[in-house]
């Protein structure tokens, strides 16, 4: 597979580091406005993982100024679409209509509508959505144990994700740029959560608000029994309408001494899974590693793979390459379930 980046920000820089690493697909090309950048010196991006980006000889490169360029050379199979989420509706649409593959970092837009308008827009195996949630190997664990079954049936989940100001977003409480903890943050685990449980009937959260967006947030998602969750009739009548018992919480702190957390704690018929992770600013982290803790009451302590963030983006890269040639379009990739994440993160925000 043949790929060019559009958007060379911190995302572009690590996808076309995830791309030097593949084995099945190639970096070919990037479009971006920045004349200093166009010519190679992407040294000034930096980000909260990876190395900060490198000066690099680009004249093997297909390089241009705008989306135009890419969608006019015939040997680039696939846009890799790393712009601001506001910027995503006009350049998917674009390259959808120009005939080339897409892969786009999430969230795929801001608003459900317009995800489910691009999706809708694709050919089979046309549109792919970079969600890295599951492939990274703390939360791919929870995908596998649904998938083979090792601890029964899902049961119930309580996710969190969190961060200190975002003071290097000017507009992240702008729902028509970014939109706020609940699409740029919360839609990671909302996707997560749809491949775990199914597509949740309502919600019902507490939150509060800045300039009408949630800062901060909790979270009951509620399904029932004619839901398309994977096992609707889970539970007793304790838990409602008879589905899982999922919470999710986070948002925004006041301080930015903690930067970062995020986390889980998840439990099937035979076990409970759990995971956490928090970063401090003074370089300081405090983790909990995936621990089993097994109904016979042993804990486990099961072996991660991958201590590279990178490797995660390399397996999706890999997984778009996949798709390419042929062959099935994997659940972390699926533009349906992308739009699906949105429209559970618009089940939590305020009435209009």
Not at 56 to 77: M, P, T
Not at 112 to 137: F, K, R, Y
Not at 159 to 183: A, E, H
Request: charged share 25%; proline share 8%; hydrophobic share 40%.
């Amino acid at each position: 597979m043949r790929a060019a980046i559009l958007g060379v920000g911190f995302m572009g820089w690590i996808h076309s580091l995830a791309y030097r690493r593949s084995e099945t697909a190639e970096f070919v090309g990037f479009a971006s406005r920045d004349p200093t950048k166009r010519d190679g010196d992407w040294r000034g991006i930096q980000g909260n993982f990876g190395p900060p980006g490198e000066q690099f000889d680009v004249s093997d490169l297909v390089v241009c100024e705008g989306l135009d360029g890419l969608l006019e050379d015939d040997s680039i199979d696939l846009i890799d679409v790393c712009l601001p989420p506001h910027l995503h509706v006009d350049a998917v649409t674009r390259s959808l209509r120009a005939g080339k593959r897409v892969l786009c970092e999430k969230p795929l837009a801001l608003n459900s509508a317009d995800g489910q308008l691009m999706t809708d827009l694709a050919e089979p195996g046309q549109l792919m959505v970079g969600h890295i949630l599951p492939l990274m190997p703390e939360f791919a664990f929870l995908v596998d144990a649904v998938s083979d079954d090792r601890f029964g049936k899902i049961l119930a989940g309580r996710f969190q994700r969190t961060i200190g100001p975002p003071d290097w977003i000017p507009d992240f409480y702008d729902p028509l740029r970014v939109g706020g903890p609940l699409i740029d943050l919360q839609v990671h685990d909302a996707h997560l959560i749809r491949m775990l449980f199914g597509m949740p009937s309502h919600a019902t959260t507490a939150s509060e608000l800045r300039n009408g967006i949630p800062k901060r947030y909790e979270t009951v998602l509620h399904f029932d029994r004619t839901s398309d969750s994977p096992e609707p009739g889970l539970g007793d009548e304790s838990s409602g309408a008879g589905g899982p018992i999922v919470a999710v919480c986070g948002g925004v702190i006041d301080s930015p001494a903690r930067p970062f957390t995020h986390g889980y704690e998840v439990s099937f018929e035979r076990a409970t899974v759990r995971f956490e992770f928090a970063a401090y600013s003074d370089g300081e982290s405090d983790s909990i590693p995936v621990t089993v803790l097994h109904q016979d009451g042993r804990r486990e302590l099961p072996p991660m793979d991958g201590s590279d963030p990178i490797d995660a983006f390399v397996a999706e890269i890999d997984a778009a390459a996949g798709v390419v040639a042929g062959g099935p379009m994997p659940a972390a990739l699926d533009p349906q379930l992308a739009t699906d994440a949105l429209r559970i993160c618009e089940m939590q925000m305020p009435a209009s």
